[in-house]
C-alpha cells in the first residue's frame, strides 16, 4: 500500500501593520495525522506561547516543516495575495505531495478559483488533491502544525525586532500597544524602520493624527 503524503500550509502575520508575512507547510505522512492530534497540535490561536513552543518541539520530527517569510518591504512592493500564493506555490512544489490542504485565502465563494490558479503556478509535474477551507487549522492536523510553525516563527522575528525597536506589541492595527508605538514614532519625522508595511491605511491615519 502506497503512503500517501499530506501538506498542511498555514499563514501568521497577514493582518498586521508590522512584521514579515510567515507561510509554513508541514509535510506528514496520513498515517502519522492521529499521532499529530494526541501531541497537541491545534489552530495556533487556540494555544498559549508557551504551548505552541511546547508542541513544536514534540512535532518537529513527525513530519517535514518549512518557512517562507515575506517582509514589509516585499509587501509594500508588491501584493500581498500574490505574494502569499506564490509562497504556497513554492512550498507546494518543492514538497511534491499526495494531497495538499491550505487554511481557506479568501471568501468561501472563490476558493476554487483561488485553487486553480495555484495549481497553475505549481505546474504540471506536481499532481496533488487540493483542499482549501475556512478553520483548516482546527480541522485537519497537518494544518494545524503548519499553523503552529508560522506562529512561532514569526513571534521569535517580532520579539528579535521588539527588542531593539520595541515595545511595540503584536504588530496587529487592533493592538493599542503597537497603535501607541506606530504615534509615537510618526511624530519624531524619521523614516519608518523596514519592518513597517508603510502602504497600509493605519500608516497613512497616524501619520495623519501626528500632525495635530
Known amino acids: 500500500m502506497s503512503r500517501v503524503r499530506v501538506l498542511g500550509i498555514d499563514e501568521a502575520g497577514r493582518g498586521c501593520v508590522l512584521g514579515p508575512l510567515v507561510v509554513a507547510s508541514f509535510m506528514v505522512e496520513a498515517s502519522v495525522e492521529a499521532a499529530l492530534w494526541e501531541a497537541g497540535v491545534n489552530d495556533s490561536k487556540a494555544l498559549s506561547a508557551k504551548r505552541r513552543d511546547e508542541v513544536r518541539l514534540r512535532i518537529a520530527a513527525m513530519g517535514a516543516a518549512t518557512v517562507r517569510h515575506i517582509s514589509a518591504t516585499a509587501i509594500d512592493q508588491g501584493n500581498l495575495n500574490r505574494l502569499e500564493e506564490e509562497a504556497i506555490a513554492e512550498l507546494v512544489h518543492a514538497a511534491r505531495p499526495d494531497r495538499v490542504i491550505v487554511d481557506a485565502l479568501g471568501h468561501p465563494s472563490t476558493l ?101
Open 112 to 212: 476554487p478559483t483561488t485553487v486553480e490558479r495555484l495549481r497553475g503556478l505549481v505546474g504540471p509535474e506536481v499532481d496533488a488533491e487540493w483542499l482549501m477551507e475556512p478553520k483548516a487549522d482546527a480541522k485537519y492536523a497537518p494544518v494545524a502544525a503548519a499553523s503552529i510553525f508560522a506562529k512561532t516563527t514569526r513571534d521569535a522575528a517580532l520579539a528579535a525586532l521588539d527588542a531593539e525597536y520595541g515595545p511595540f506589541g503584536s504588530g496587529y492595527p487592533s493592538d493599542p500597544l503597537t497603535r501607541g508605538w506606530l504615534a509615537e514614532w510618526s511624530a519624531t519625522g524619521r523614516d519608518w524602520p523596514p519592518f513597517v508595511r508603510t502602504l497600509w491605511g493605519t500608516i497613512a491615519k497616524v501619520a495623519q493624527q501626528s500632525m495635530f
